[in-house]
C-alpha cells in the first residue's frame, strides 16, 4: 500500500505520494517546495523535478518558512508511522496552508 500527503485547499484534494518525494526544500519566504524524484530534461539539457510548492501566507519570514518546513518534514514522518490502512495523511503542517501549486524546478546535485 502507498502513503499520501492529503491538503484540502477551497474544497479541492491535493495527494502527493509520499513514496516520490526526493526532498523537501525552502522557498521564498511563505512557501516550501515539496520536489518529486521524477526528473525531465529542458531544451538546454538542465534536470528539472516535478512538485509542489506549498504557500502559508503567515510564515511571512525565513524563521517561520524554516518552522513550515519543519512541521511538513515531521508531518511525513509521523504519516509513515501510522497503519498502512490509512494511506491518506491529512497535512496540517504548523502554519495553515493558503495555497498550492504545482511546480518544476532546475535541480542540480
Known amino acids: 500500500m502507498e502513503k499520501f500527503l492529503k491538503i484540502s485547499l477551497s474544497d479541492a484534494y491535493h495527494l502527493i505520494p509520499i513514496k516520490n518525494i526526493l526532498g523537501v526544500e525552502v522557498g521564498a519566504n511563505s512557501k516550501v517546495k515539496i520536489l518529486y524524484n521524477v526528473v525531465g530534461h529542458t531544451a538546454t539539457g538542465a534536470s528539472e523535478v516535478l512538485g509542489f510548492e506549498i504557500t502559508a501566507s503567515t510564515a511571512s519570514d525565513a524563521a517561520k518558512t524554516k518552522e513550515q518546513l519543519n512541521s511538513i518534514v515531521d508531518a511525513i514522518e509521523t504519516a509513515l508511522q501510522t497503519s498502512w ?25
Open 85 to 109: 490502512v490509512k494511506p491518506y495523511f491529512v497535512l496540517e503542517p504548523k502554519y495553515v496552508i493558503t495555497g498550492v501549486a504545482q511546480i518544476e524546478v532546475e535541480y542540480s546535485a
